[in-house]
């Protein structure tokens, strides 16, 4: 395939969160993606109902919160669980239960709406099929695809990114190993009308099992079923709204089965992660790369996040100003990340849907989450603000900088200077890495002055009741696009071998 053409830069397969989150981040950074979808319309159907706080944050550095309808600030509760043993979030500094109420259908209609005003060739209708030999050391990566029509078109591009779901057909193809645990248990899900049920927004075990209850909207509500030793459902039968109000009444002896369901389904605790999430010139994001018990919005959130640490690294590598190499640290940085996700999404689905065997377990959870030490660490793990990436170094460039802000999501913070107020996610919506002058030093400046298309420049200063300590004594910070810490000192110096790591080398 060396030297055959591309259409495109990118095709990523799949139009959910994942791969629209993906577009629009590939756009902001000036690659041409194409981005093809094997249904002809949204289904409506929502699984998801909002997302954790870490993502509410990367919305927020795109400029994205206020199309949810709700303006700046969107619902959240500060209460939350961990496998059902409830606690309040705040104990951990800026955390809460993430964003509720939003459906899934909600959240993609945003992120599409913001992907195509980018320039996003969005294809739906549009399945894919096949993928040709050499995507692990050619130049082009080539699919067949089959059109709306029923035609079989070839596509090439320099990058393929399989962003299409669990059952993935590019994991597949591209001979991505998925190594894990096959489902032991089935749940159900469905919207319902024409019943009245007792809220259970973060959920409530009974005598066989555990039940969900939120209400949607005006006379909907969804509800989600889990119980005891049930057996995984065989995927290719259709579950009916009768055997999802059999196993409500079970459970809770509630009859519901006089209403009525928009829509039915069920799901596993399965729970697999692929071995690489980059086999040459092919990448996975979001469920592709990761199945789990879905536990909190955890899965929606960490394919944006899976999304936003990828797209600007592919974008970079596109333009010509960084090596292969910096596509090589979306494996490194998010396979840990999704490693934990699957560990504390199991963990929870012992506490909370195993039987009367967990009991003492359950009853350890309760007596261990009084302790605000226990509540930092598990807020932490379920809003995702615990994540650091290893961003240390073995060579001599100084990129490994001790600063306890190197690796982690720049703190939410307001910022005052020239120009007036501003807000650290603000100063991200334009998907450039940002530098943070806040002691007006003119070295720390002229070492961003030859990357200006690539890194924004902020002489700032944090208002000091907005949690200057945030920031641990750091006059000098540089954040990559995706809202991570990438270096931070006192001075210019090791300033400038972390630019060059990280966006290039200066022209």
Request: hydrophobic content about 40%; some cysteine.
């Amino acid at each position: 395939m060396e030297g055959t053409a591309a259409d495109t830069d990118v095709i990523v397969v799949g139009a959910g969160p994942t791969g629209l989150m993906l577009a629009g981040e590939l756009r902001l950074g000036g690659a041409r993606v194409v981005v093809i979808e094997k249904l002809a319309a949204p289904t409506g159907q929502s699984r998801g109902l909002g997302f954790t706080a870490r993502a509410m944050e990367t919305f927020d550095e795109r400029g994205l919160l206020p199309r949810f309808g709700q303006g700046d600030t969107l619902a959240t509760s500060p209460m939350g669980h961990f496998g059902g043993a409830q606690f309040d979030f705040t104990v951990l500094e800026d955390a809460h239960f993430g964003a509720r109420g939003i459906p899934q259908g909600d959240t993609e209609a945003v992120l599409e709406t913001w992907a195509a005003e980018l320039g996003a060739d969005i294809r739906r209708g549009w399945e894919f099929v096949s993928l040709a030999d050499g995507h692990l050391d050619g130049d082009t990566v080539e699919i067949t695809a089959r059109t709306p029509q029923g035609e079989e078109r070839t596509l090439r591009a320099a990058h393929l990114v399989g962003c299409d779901g669990g059952s993935s057909r590019v994991r597949r193809a591209a001979g991505f190993d998925f190594p894990g645990t096959d489902a032991t248990q089935g749940m159900y899900l469905a919207d319902i009308t024409g019943v009245e049920l007792t809220p259970r927004f973060l959920g409530e075990r009974l005598g066989h099992g555990m039940v969900m209850a939120a209400p949607l909207s005006e006379g909907v509500w969804r509800i989600i079923v889990c119980p005891d030793g049930r057996p995984a459902p065989d995927r290719e039968r259709t579950v009916t709204f009768q055997e999802v109000a059999g196993a409500w009444r079970d459970i809770t002896g509630e009859d519901i089965g006089h209403g009525a369901a928009s829509w039915v389904s069920s799901f596993t605790n399965a729970t697999r992660q692929a071995s690489q999430y980059r086999r040459g010139r092919v990448f996975l994001a979001g469920d592709a790369a990761h199945i789990h018990l879905p536990a909190g919005g955890q899965g929606l959130s960490t394919g944006v996040q899976d999304a936003a640490n990828l797209g600007w690294k592919l974008a970079s590598v596109i333009r010509g100003d960084a090596p292969e190499a910096l596509l090589d640290t979306y494996h490194a940085e998010r396979h840990p990340v999704g490693a934990r996700l699957l560990m504390n999404t199991r963990a929870q689905g012992i506490v909370f849907l195993g039987g009367p065997e967990c009991d003492p377990l359950r009853e350890l959870m309760a007596e261990l989450v009084q302790y605000d030490d226990v509540k930092r660490h598990l807020a932490g793990i379920v809003s995702h603000l615990d994540i650091r990436y290893d961003l240390t170094t073995t060579d001599d460039t100084g990129t490994g900088a001790a600063h306890p802000l190197v690796g982690r999501r720049m703190p939410p913070r307001q910022l005052v200077g020239a120009h007036g107020e501003t807000t650290t996610a603000r100063l991200l919506h334009t998907g450039h890495g940002v530098l943070l002058d806040l002691a007006d030093d003119p070295e720390v400046r002229r070492a961003a002055a030859g990357r200006r298309d690539r890194v924004d420049v902020a002489t700032v200063a944090a208002k000091p009741a907005d949690g200057a300590d945030a920031l641990a004594g750091a006059t000098a910070v540089l954040v990559r696009p995706d809202g991570y810490v990438a270096w931070a000192g006192t001075s210019a110096q090791g300033l400038e071998p972390a630019l060059q790591r990280w966006f290039g080398p200066s022209r």
